[in-house]
């Protein structure tokens, strides 16, 4: 059973450009949840999504962020106009059952570096 | 916030056990502890979790206190590849389960 997927690894985008991260979950997983790691932090939650619906985006920032879970294809995080501060590494998560409902564990992914020039 | 506190850095000689611990003085008695790793800027690993009892799987053995107060994570034999940050990490309920990292561990095995 593969694992959590996330591509690209690296990506690499000119401040005011469009940055696309994309999160295949686990096999059967319909729960996912964004982080990120800005350097030499720690991991920072950003928004938790289940098939077609955002359930909590309380840690996203306010403007230019925005992810979205459709029905069929992965998950993604896009970031409009990127700015050198949204240069970190993200991670996604996937978990099998939702929350509450018994110990729903979450498995990460390898991450996307973005760096913005 | 976290609502867990965790020493900055141990070392830890290879081949010995490494004993991580964690305090969460403010926990909930419905919510869980996870220990989770980061290698390198790796994505994080999930390790083990717990809520009253004591649990081992094939990586670790978490022990939590009767009070649930605080508990430690037990790498019995540590090897050079367990060289990572350590985070101690108390889920947050209700309608998410966003995962709230703290500083972590930064556990150095030395050779």
């Known amino acids: 059973n593969a694992g959590v997927m996330q591509n690209p690894r690296h990506l690499v985008r000119r401040r005011g450009q469009e940055a696309r991260l994309r999160c295949s979950p686990m096999?059967?997983?319909?729960?996912v949840y964004w982080y990120r790691q800005l350097p030499e932090e720690g991991l920072k939650f950003m928004v938790y999504?289940?098939?077609?619906?955002?359930?909590?985006e309380s840690g996203m920032p306010k403007e230019r962020f925005s992810a979205e879970f459709p029905k069929e294809g992965p998950s993604i995080l896009r970031i409009q106009q990127v700015v050198r501060g949204d240069s970190a590494a993200y991670f996604c998560?996937?978990?099998?059952?939702?929350?509450?409902?018994?110990?729903?564990?979450?498995?990460f992914g390898p991450g996307t570096r973005l760096t913005v020039l | 916030d976290a609502k867990t506190t965790q020493p900055t850095s141990m070392d830890c000689a290879e081949g010995r056990a490494a004993n991580l611990p964690c305090n969460h003085s403010?926990?909930?008695?419905?919510?869980?502890v996870y220990w989770y790793r980061q290698i390198h800027s790796q994505g994080p690993q999930y390790i083990i979790h717990?809520?009253?009892n004591n649990e081992t799987n094939e990586m670790a053995s978490l022990i939590i206190t009767e009070d649930r107060k605080s508990s430690t994570l037990i790498l019995p034999h540590a090897t050079l590849r367990d060289t990572a940050v350590y985070y101690c990490i108390v889920r947050v309920g209700g309608a998410t389960n966003k995962l709230i990292f703290g500083t972590g561990t930064l556990l150095a095995v030395q050779p």
């Open positions: 717990g809520l009253k």
């Open positions: 096999k059967g997983h319909s729960h």
């Open positions: 999504l289940q098939k077609e619906n955002i359930i909590d």
């Open positions: 998560a996937s978990s099998l059952i939702p929350p509450g409902q018994g110990t729903d564990t979450q498995y």
């Open positions: 403010t926990i909930s008695g419905n919510e869980y």
